[in-house]
């Protein structure tokens, strides 16, 4: 996790206190149900970071101090297997939490690491806030569960969808997963993921997931356009999310 005197370096900038009144996204957020004027001299603590892509965010044992909310980009939440290799076990969109289960573990250590795998804007709460709001505030502690719930269901899907099916199938779901937080985020392209973080959402070998993705390049499903991002054809990949054949 990076200390405030790393995040002022030229890879993670510090961009000050966090504004939360003014916040656009504040209503998906663990405050959307708070009255953040009357709470402001609480959350004064809050900062604000933006984090490039591939920059730890905190490592998994690491003994915990904050959440995260993230405003802008996405995390990936890596857990270390018994061989080394590292697997992603959740994506961490904007509105949405990582580090909360420290929150609710006596032991307070960070279940994974957590990475920026596009560039992110995240916000940091201590977590003694989170428990004087848990404290006063009843609601507040049901929208802690009701986000814990939601990082519960997210892990499900990334074994439901990102780890099941064939090759192919596995690839096109990750790929319309990108396409969905683009256009939520009103983008006509992705960025795709490199090979090895989308081997290690899907759970298969770097060669074959190159494989699929030049197909993927050679039939049009995905068209590069420039620096600035992908094209794609959302219908084909539809398809080929959900097929039985195996490659």
Request: proline residues 2%; hydrophobic residues 45%.
């Amino acid at each position: 996790m990076q200390n405030h005197s790393e995040s002022k370096c030229l890879n993670v900038r510090w961009e000050g206190r966090a504004n939360c009144l003014q916040c656009a996204i504040r209503k998906q957020t663990l405050f959307a149900d708070l009255n953040v004027q009357a709470m402001e001299p609480l959350l004064r603590p809050i900062q604000q970071y933006r984090y490039p892509a591939g920059k730890l965010v905190y490592a998994e044992g690491v003994v915990a101090q904050h959440v995260f909310v993230v405003r802008k980009g996405l995390l990936k939440l890596e857990e270390t297997l018994h061989d080394g290799n590292l697997r992603i076990v959740r994506l961490v969109e904007p509105g949405q939490v990582a580090g909360i289960e420290a929150l609710l573990d006596h032991s307070h250590r960070y279940d994974h690491n957590a990475t920026a795998l596009q560039a992110a804007e995240v916000c940091e709460i201590p977590y003694v806030i989170l428990h004087r709001l848990a404290e006063q505030h009843p609601v507040f502690f049901e929208t802690l569960m009701e986000h814990w719930h939601h990082q519960l269901h997210a892990a499900e899907q990334v074994i439901v969808e990102f780890s099941t099916g064939t090759v192919r199938e596995r690839v096109a779901r990750a790929l319309l997963k990108l396409i969905a937080l683009a256009e939520a985020a009103g983008e006509q392209q992705i960025h795709l993921l490199g090979v090895r973080d989308m081997s290690a959402l899907t759970g298969v070998t770097r060669e074959s997931i190159s494989r699929v993705m030049a197909e993927f390049k050679r039939t049009n499903m995905l068209v590069k356009q420039d620096d600035t991002g992908i094209s794609y054809n959302r219908a084909g990949l539809q398809r080929f999310a959900w097929q039985e054949d195996i490659i």
